[in-house]
Each structure stands twice: as structure tokens, then as C-alpha cells.
């Protein structure tokens, strides 16, 4: 090829660079001739179009229910009624929110709302978003992954206190207190040094902590004496426990009339009345307690005395087996249908603490008799 070839050959792959961007091809000439080559691919484009959109949890308030608290963060009536009414198709339950409920709304650059998350639990989810003037609702169920772990403290100040720095919240204490409420007083027998261990099935939605379920196994030591709960599916999937002989915890008689408070006097024949002065036999045990706090009964049993008492105030009396009572006196009012002849089943509320008659204070004066005696003692559990 002449070198005026060459020349011209040179002008033509200037027009082409030019439009290198379209065709990623370079005509390059040599010694050889000219020759077509692939174009290296450009730099990716630094420049990127942003929609920043934000996104705002929504306070519940008391008695919203998901309309109302909608309309508060400004979605129109009909936007707010239109989400509200395809999550219910969807199965959500809106009638009432609870504050634990999580309500989250999205919005655009521009202030729109495009998208409504509401999750009533870990477990479950639903996601409204904005399609083409109306709103797509999708639902999301997550299923618990069930780790069993151990737990275990000791009690240095109170049970709750012990339960707090074994990492563990409030209501594993009462389901403990509950399997062993036969066997043991906690409201008047727990000890400093007394310990505990557990066996728990701990729920995760993915990698975080939700709750406790069920203990699987319970020990309880106190003052060297040793319970044990194994838990098992009774009949009817019914989840009961039983001692490592295999004897069920569940007993005719409740350990003590109320859930978990403190003692202020226990069972003597002899101390100074607080009100009537001397020394005054006081067949009872007194559970201190604020007014209000409910009272059940220890056994299953039919009321024989509800009223007022003289000295005791508002009182109950109730007959059990084996010509066994008890006794709940200084009620501030009975439960609702506890009367004379009324049968109560164990763990009934039958009333509420309170101090009417000769009390100095808001407490429950407790007592047992064993056919028309009374004792410190209740009867010997099958």
C-alpha cells in the first residue's frame, strides 16, 4: 500500500474514534494494513439518579386501632381505610393495637407514603405498598427457632433480683414459683443462699431473642432440701410436671393463698396483739400485701363463711376434704359469686386483700384448721 494510502486510510480511523462510543471499534492501520479491533468498554458512570425515600415508626397510642393511628401520620381517610382494609383481607387483626405492635410508614422525596409495614409479633408481618394509586399487601411468617439453655442463680436479696442477674426476666420466676406451688412457700420460705436451675426452650426469630417458653426441667435448693420438676406432655398435650419419681407436683393443697409477697408474722400461740394489747394466740400466718392484690384458694372446696367477721373484717372460710378449712380474714371485698354454699376450684380468686377489722395494715391473715382446730399445718399431700 503507497504511504498516500496510508494517509487516507489514517483520516478514515479519526471519523471512526469519533464514534468509538457507539461502536466500540477502533480501525487501526500497520505495516501489515488495516485491521479492526474490539474498543475497550468505558468506565462505569460515576453519576447515579437518587430517590432517598425515609422511613418513621409510628407511636401507638391507647385504643388506636390502625386507621386512626394512620391518619395521624398523615395518610388521607381513604389511603388509611384502603391499607387497613387489604391487611385484614390478609388477615391481620386491626381492631385494636397494642403499643408493642410495630407500625412503620415509608415516604418518598417528595413526602409521599409508598410503603406501611405492621408486624403484631415477631412472627408475622404485613407490608402495604403503594402500586399504581392503590396498595399491594404482602404477608411474611417467620417461624421460631427453639434453642433449650440452661439458667440458673442464686438468691442473695429476692428471687426476682436472682432471676434479674441470671439474665432472665420476671416471668420466668412466677412459671418456677407456679411448678413448685405445692411443694414450696415462696412467699414465706425463700432463703438467702437459696438456688435454682433451670432447662428453658428459648424463642428466636432468626438470631434475636424473643421470649421463654416452657421450662423443661426445674430444681429448686433451699435450707439443703432439694425439688425437682421434669416436665412432660400430659394427656390432651397438656404440659405438667412430675418429681424424678414420677409423682405428679400438682397437689390438692396451693403451698400459699397468694402469687409471691413477703411474710410479716408466721404461726404462734403467743404474741402481743397489735391492737388489742396482751399476748393473744394468733393461729394464722400473714402475708403482707398491697390492697387489691388478689387472694385464691389453696384447694378445691365450698364456701361455708363469706362476709363480714367482727375482728376479721371481710372473712372466707372454705371446707376442703377430709375435714380439713381455711381461713382468709381482712379482705377489703369478696370476688364476684363468692358466697355461702358457692364451690371454688384451687386457684380461684375469692377475694382481695385489704384491712377491715382489727388490722393495723393491708394484709391477708391466713389459717388452716384440720376439723375445727387450727394448725400451722397443712395436710399431707398425696
Not at 143 to 148: A, C, D, G, H, N
Not at 295 to 317: H, L, M, P
Not at 330 to 351: E, N, T
Request: glycine share 10%; charged share 20%; hydrophobic share 40%.
Amino acid at each position: 500500500m503507497s504511504r498516500r494510502s496510508v494517509l487516507a486510510l489514517a483520516l478514515v480511523v479519526v471519523s471512526v474514534a469519533s464514534l468509538a462510543t457507539v461502536t466500540r471499534l477502533y480501525l487501526l492501520a500497520d505495516a501489515s494494513g488495516p485491521r479492526l479491533v474490539a474498543a475497550p468498554a468505558p468506565p462505569p458512570s460515576t453519576f447515579r439518579t437518587a430517590f432517598p425515600t425515609t422511613t418513621r415508626t409510628v407511636p401507638i397510642k391507647r385504643g388506636d386501632n390502625l386507621v386512626a393511628a394512620l391518619a395521624r401520620e398523615g395518610l388521607g381517610a381513604r389511603a388509611a381505610a384502603d391499607v387497613a382494609g387489604r391487611l385484614a383481607r390478609q388477615g391481620a387483626q386491626l381492631r385494636k393495637l397494642r403499643s408493642r405492635d410495630g407500625l412503620e410508614v415509608t415516604r418518598n422525596f417528595r413526602g409521599e407514603p409508598i410503603e406501611v409495614r405492621y408486624a403484631p409479633s415477631p412472627w408475622l408481618a404485613f407490608t402495604a405498598v403503594a402500586r399504581r394509586g392503590s396498595w399491594e399487601v404482602t404477608r411474611a411468617t417467620t417461624e421460631p427457632r427453639v434453642r433449650v439453655e440452661a439458667v440458673q442463680g442464686q438468691v442473695r436479696r429476692s428471687l426476682f433480683e436472682a432471676m434479674d442477674a441470671a439474665g432472665e426476666s420476671a416471668p420466668l420466676v412466677l412459671a418456677m414459683v407456679e411448678i413448685f406451688s405445692s411443694e414450696f412457700d415462696f412467699t414465706a420460705d425463700t432463703r438467702q443462699g437459696d438456688r435454682f436451675r433451670l432447662l428453658v426452650e428459648k424463642r428466636y426469630a432468626g438470631d434475636a431473642f424473643v421470649d421463654c417458653g416452657r421450662i423443661v426441667v426445674a430444681q429448686y435448693v433451699s435450707a439443703g432440701r432439694t425439688l425437682s420438676g421434669v416436665g412432660f406432655a400430659a394427656g390432651g398435650g397438656r404440659w405438667a410436671f412430675y418429681d424424678p419419681a414420677g409423682r405428679s407436683l400438682k397437689k390438692s393443697f396451693l403451698k400459699s393463698p397468694l402469687e409471691f409477697t413477703r411474710i410479716t408474722s408466721g404461726f404462734t400461740y403467743a404474741r402481743p396483739h397489735p391492737i388489742l394489747g396482751g399476748v393473744r394466740p394468733h393461729l394464722a400466718i400473714d402475708y403482707a400485701a398491697p390492697t387489691g392484690t388478689a387472694v385464691r384458694a389453696v384447694a378445691d372446696g365450698v364456701v361455708t363463711a363469706a362476709g363480714w367477721d367482727g375482728g376479721n373484717g371481710i372473712s372466707i372460710t372454705i371446707r376442703h376434704r377430709s375435714g380439713y378449712a381455711t381461713m382468709y380474714n381482712h379482705l377489703s371485698k369478696l370476688a364476684a359469686g363468692v358466697r355461702r354454699g358457692a364451690r371454688v376450684s384451687q386457684r380461684d380468686v375469692i377475694g382481695y386483700v385489704g384491712m377491715t377489722g382489727l388490722a393495723t395494715g393491708p394484709h391477708l391473715d391466713y389459717r388452716v384448721s384440720k376439723d375445727g382446730q387450727f394448725s400451722p399445718r397443712l395436710p399431707a399431700q398425696p
